[in-house]
């Protein structure tokens, strides 16, 4: 029945290696060989608490759970006559926080994410032992975090969603953005087509919101300087800067002062 009657370990590491061997070695008792490697390095650190909420061992010290648990996979791999990797259903980035990579790359685009703790704030993944961020940490990793995000900005850079200097070409795919990438997007329009125009008359304005509202696409912006009691901000500035957007972004916009 594959059922592990008994479990022992072999640690040489430190205290917390020891700790998180012995208690996995006990998890997987009674347990059969397939549940025993669905027993996770997050489950070993929960077992080990002495209250619900406060972690058992401090966030540099995570990845000793995680040895704990590819110890497992490894001993039931060599059982069952498989390549260990074939437990894990998906890529795993942050072993100490079990973050996928196909997690990892929605968040980061669909947040418009951009530096690590970033990330951190997001998922949790790079806030333990560190090995995931970039080379040089406990373990050689085949992903860093700092990979994810270089990707996504040359993803960024080809689907033209910097246009800095191109004040003539159409924002491309802009329905199929991101609330904060159709932010971002319209921000530099207004800095490649609109703002230093405002400026040089001594004014200036700020995107507040942009909100979605039926078909429509709400801009919400404030002006700043001489703009904010000109009299044509209501109605030549105004036209002007939605005309804008509409023809670089898209045809639902709406601009809204406030």
Not at 108 to 113: M, Q, S
Not at 146 to 175: C, H, Q, T, W
Not at 242 to 257: F, G, H, M, S, T
Request: hydrophobic residues 35%; negative net charge; aromatic residues 6%.
């Amino acid at each position: 029945t594959d059922v592990i009657m008994d479990s022992k370990f072999k640690s040489f590491g430190c205290g917390t290696a020891i700790a998180s061997s012995d208690v996995m070695a006990e998890l997987c008792k009674y347990k059969t060989v397939q549940d025993a490697v669905k027993i996770t390095n997050i489950d070993v650190e929960k077992a080990m608490r002495d209250t619900p909420d406060t972690p058992s061992v401090p966030p540099q010290k995570m990845h000793c759970s995680v040895m704990a648990y590819d110890v497992i996979k490894k001993a039931a791999g060599q059982y069952l006559g498989v390549d260990e990797e074939s437990f894990e259903e998906e890529f795993i980035v942050c072993e100490c926080a079990r973050v996928t990579l196909d997690t990892l790359k929605e968040v980061i685009r669909l947040n418009d994410l951009t530096t690590v703790e970033q990330i951190t704030d997001y998922t949790k993944a790079g806030g333990f032992c560190k090995s995931c961020i970039k080379p040089g940490g406990h373990e050689e990793k085949d992903i860093y975090l700092v990979d994810l995000l270089e990707e996504y900005e040359k993803e960024r850079m080809v689907a033209g969603s910097d246009i800095a200097g191109k004040a003539d070409d159409k924002v491309p795919n802009f329905d199929t953005l991101t609330v904060v990438q159709k932010f971002k997007a319209i921000e530099k329009v207004i800095d490649a087509n609109i703002r230093q125009m405002l400026v040089m008359d001594g004014g200036d304005m700020e995107i507040l919101d942009i909100k979605e509202n039926g078909e429509n696409l709400d801009v919400y912006i404030t002006y700043l300087g001489s703009c904010s009691g000109c009299e044509s901000s209501s109605t030549g500035t105004l036209f002007a800067i939605e005309n804008v957007l509409k023809e670089k972004c898209a045809e639902n916009i709406r601009v809204i002062p406030i």
